[in-house]
């Protein structure tokens, strides 16, 4: 392109093996000042080790990296690579006890013969954040009183302020809210403008268009594609993403689709929620009521905090509340007791697979089949592991999980088997009603379209009643009813699909008076 | 569903992608071949220490004639029996991520109630003269409902096992000095150390106990779902809460089978020693034994990673060494201290060969 300028940072036919895995095969990639490259790819298509080994966590087998046209410095030099390229995780990586002008200087605080210079470390601080147009965030204040989204300006501003200039943000919109994501899009504008070279890495294709300049795309270990956004579409990025089965993907996503309107007004009513009132840290309920049918699958939309997730999570019993009631079938759920919860027939996919969705020491089978173990056990309570082995082969192959065995620890699979044994999990128990907290956070495209399809077929084959609880849009294209909460209380509700995104994500925000069918 | 097999084709390969174009037969052969070397090293690294044990044994014969007589390998086992009970207490607890210090409390004080009770007042008894077999049971009531106690304070009332269980092991000890004014009680019925000192030709009794309680503990833990439910609520609390599994109630039980499992092995040592002493348990430390012996045989300070067969082989070991220390005469006021630093250099070496497996 025009830029004929050296690359800030440069991987050049990097290869590396894990064992007998191939994770990347020869694969180049540049970062130039002034471009922000999109980094795509499904799970287990290399890009967290090609992200490590641009930030020099590991060592290639083949290869090099380069920063602007010099040999990257050794292995073990922490210090040396962090001068030349900065990580933003997906975690914050903030000291939560210090202050925001601290963390900015992390370990680089200017100093007066080894004491520290608070006044110049502050006024310093407060200088970055300004000159990034981060200036809402305090440089004095307490990192723990900060949001999610202004932690990770102060990470940027610490990547910032020791004058690095290249940048990779590995999926950093995932705990954001939309109105943050899209003032970290003009953040990252501004910095790619003035002349920051940033690797975006995300799931999300229309972010990629939306700020990068570039994309790469990596599908197997391999580079497949490289070249700038402008001009591409998105039908031809997925098609790069997923190789051969595009079609596969479309073709799960719709029947369920197509089928919606017609069962679901036939059904029972499954899960009532009759005027529920809670205060939860994960956001207020005030006087809730909701009902789902069997056979229908209904999703729960909302910002952060709205509620959403303490709905959902008090559906399965996970949850307390002061006031109102949850049946399920004539059955009433209990607050904070997901074990009868459970046997009232409620299956649960957690929000956060990792913390919640399953135990990584433990098979996949053993992690598949928690939820009936009883079952499975025989008058002593013992469950032999061939049984349990029997019971859970057929949810692996329902949701086509990929593991050596069964007996294979959880732990050592990717993020989207991990979310395929979590809803298997689910599924094992034959549910009346599904509660899936975003069921397809983080997960690859073909994963997600098997989630969804069998969060689907769920109600339309089993009759069970779906309640999804999400932030990813794309998780509609299943659902018949989306019921959108505002401040803990139902503001619009939308039956008639395919739900216009615009429309939606005006109830969300709040942005028009509250929708076009108001409960 | 041919979509969906179609996906899993193309996500095998994904993960396995030297394989390309041979299809997913041979990709899942090749899955399946990793597995299986993963699981022949993991049973490697389940008996990482028996090569260490066999090497001290080797040791202890070269230095000296004694230790490699039957009549002293079988000594070792019934010295070894009661840490060996009691170790596999503190194992469970360990492996649902908690700890339990007053399981060196009721070590002591449990069989000391029961012996109190048991024997009359001129033997420093208590003169109520109870039954010794009602004193057995007495002893495993005793360790239940003190791991009872302890399991609703920490998991009813949220305190902290550290703090709850250390309040606890100071109020049985001093319990324990209480109810005899710190003497020693030696005239014991038959009943009371039959299963510690008894042997049945070479063996010792103990030592067929404290086997068929590893066993009967590993099986659980291996093939019911409440052992299954130990290593989800270990592993993954949030996980196990979320499936349904009652974590509170997992707990609870851990705490009172740990307790069961201390008094046992309390009893063991009374019998062993015919007698019980104001030290036995709080006084010697044995809690400190315990923990070393849980976590040189790989069960993990973090829960969720344990078994009975790493217990085994933790105790063995440390009792090895404790033999061959007595054997050699080691000046009394070092023995502690060389007993420690081996305890230090199994800790590393067990690090060492178990790599990751005792560091999560």
């Given amino acids: 392109m025009a830029n004929e300028d050296v690359p800030a940072a440069e991987a050049i036919g990097i290869s590396k093996q894990f064992g007998s895995t191939v994770a990347l095969r020869g694969v180049s990639v540049s970062l130039r000042s002034g471009r922000c490259l999109g980094l795509v790819g499904r799970n287990g298509a290399g890009k967290s080790t090609l992200v490590s080994i641009m930030s020099g966590i590991y060592g290639a087998d083949r290869g090099e990296v380069r920063f602007e046209g010099q040999p990257a410095p050794a292995l073990g030099d922490v210090q040396a690579w962090r001068e030349r390229i900065s990580t933003v995780f997906q975690h914050s990586m903030v000291v939560p006890q210090l202050t925001v002008a601290e963390n900015v200087f992390l370990n680089t605080q200017p100093a007066r013969s080894g004491f520290l210079d608070w006044r110049t470390m502050r006024a310093e601080a407060k200088q970055v954040l300004a000159e990034w147009g981060f200036g809402n965030v305090n440089a004095n204040a307490l990192c723990s009183t900060l949001t999610v989204e202004q932690r990770q300006l102060v990470e940027i501003a610490r990547a910032l302020a020791a004058g690095r200039r290249c940048l990779l943000l590995d999926e950093p919109t995932s705990a954001l809210e939309r109105a943050e994501i899209q003032r970290l899009f003009e953040r990252v504008r501004s910095m790619v403008a003035n002349g920051v070279a940033v ?48 079609a596969t993907i479309a073709g799960i996503e719709r029947p369920g689709a197509k089928d919606n309107g017609q069962r679901a007004d036939h059904g029972k009513p499954c899960l009532v929620v009759e005027h529920l009132a809670a205060s939860s840290p994960r956001g207020a309920l005030r006087d809730v009521s909701l009902e789902v049918r069997h056979g229908e699958r209904v999703a729960l939309l909302g910002s952060l905090g709205a509620g959403v997730a303490t ?131 983080g997960v690859d495209v073909a994963s997600k379209a098997v989630l969804l399809a069998t969060l689907s077929s769920l109600a339309l084959d089993d009759g069970a009643a779906v309640l999804i609880a999400t932030d990813d849009l794309d998780d509609l294209v299943i659902c018949d009813r989306v019921v959108v909460l505002r401040r803990g209380e139902v503001v619009a509700e939308f039956t008639e699909p395919p739900f216009d995104r615009e429309e939606l994500i005006g109830a969300i925000e709040g942005l028009v008076p509250s929708g076009s069918v108001t409960a | 569903m041919t979509q969906v097999s179609s996906d899993k084709e193309t996500t095998a390969l994904a993960q396995a992608p030297s394989q390309e174009g041979g299809g997913r037969a041979a990709a899942e052969a090749q899955l399946q071949q990793i597995s299986r070397q993963a699981r022949a090293l993991s049973l490697l690294r389940e008996a990482s220490l028996l090569p260490a044990v066999v090497l001290l044994v080797v040791v202890g014969a070269i230095i000296s004639p004694v230790f490699f007589t039957s009549a002293n390998l079988w000594g070792i086992g019934q010295q070894a029996s009661s840490l060996a009970v009691i170790t596999a207490g503190e194992a469970l607890a360990l492996m649902i991520g908690s700890m339990d210090l007053s399981l060196g409390g009721t070590y002591g004080f449990a069989p000391m109630l029961a012996a109190w009770l048991v024997v009359p007042a001129a033997d420093f008894g208590a003169g109520v003269k109870l039954n010794a077999y009602l004193g057995i049971v007495m002893v495993l009531v005793l360790g239940a409902g003190v791991g009872l106690v302890n399991g609703l304070l920490i998991v009813k009332a949220r305190l902290n096992a550290f703090i709850i269980t250390l309040g606890m092991l100071i109020l049985l000890a001093g319990c324990q000095d209480g109810v005899v004014k710190g003497q020693t009680i030696s005239a014991l019925p038959t009943a009371l150390w039959y299963l510690g000192f008894q042997f049945w030709g070479p063996v010792p009794v103990s030592l067929v106990a404290a ?58 040592e009374m019998g062993r020693v015919q007698a019980i002493t104001a030290d036995q348990g709080y006084g010697e430390g044995i809690i400190f034994v315990v923990f070393a012996s ?46 420690g630093l081996v305890i230090l250099v199994a800790l590393a070496v067990a690090r060492l060969i178990g790599g990751s497996r005792s560091q999560t």
């Fill in chain 1, 311 to 441: 709905l959902a999570r008090a559906a399965a019993g996970c949850e307390s509340w002061s006031s109102g009631r949850i049946e399920v079938e004539g059955e009433l759920i209990v607050p904070l007791r997901r074990d009868k919860a459970l046997k009232a027939g409620v299956g649960y996919v957690p929000e956060d697979r990792r913390t919640e969705g399953f135990v990584r020491l433990l098979g996949v089978g053993e992690n598949a089949t928690m939820s009936i173990v009883d079952r499975l056990a025989n008058a002593i309570g013992a469950v032999m592991p061939k049984r349990r082995a029997a019971a859970a082969r057929p949810l692996a192959e329902r949701l086509s999980i990929v593991s050596a065995s069964m007996s294979q620890p959880l732990g050592e699979l990717s993020g989207g088997n991990q979310q395929k044994v979590t809803v298997a999990r689910a599924v094992a128990i034959k549910p009346k009603l599904v509660v899936a907290m975003t069921p397809t956070r």
């Fill in chain 2, 211 to 268: 086997v068929i309680v590893l066993i009967v503990v590993g099986v659980f833990l291996r093939y019911h779902r409440a052992g299954r439910a130990v290593y989800a609520v270990g592993g993954n609390a949030e996980a196990a809460r979320a499936a349904g599994i009652n974590v509170d109630r997992v707990k609870i039980g851990v705490y009172m089978a740990a307790g069961v499992l201390a008094a046992l092995g309390g009893l063991m």
């Fill in chain 1, 199 to 246: 690797l975006y890495i995300s799931h999300h294709l229309e972010e990629v268009f939306e700020v990068c300049d570039d994309v790469a795309v990596l599908r197997d270990g391999e580079l497949v594609m490289s070249r700038p956004t402008a001009g591409l579409s998105q039908d031809e990025l997925v098609t790069a993403m997923v190789g051969q089965d595009t």
């Fill in chain 2, 294 to 339: 849980a976590v040189i045989g790989g069960v993990s300070l973090q829960g969720g990673r344990g078994n009975m067969l790493g217990v085994a082989t933790g105790v063995a070991l440390l009792s090895v060494v404790q033999n061959i220390l007595d054997l050699k005469n080691v000046n009394n006021y070092w023995v502690e201290a060389v007993y």
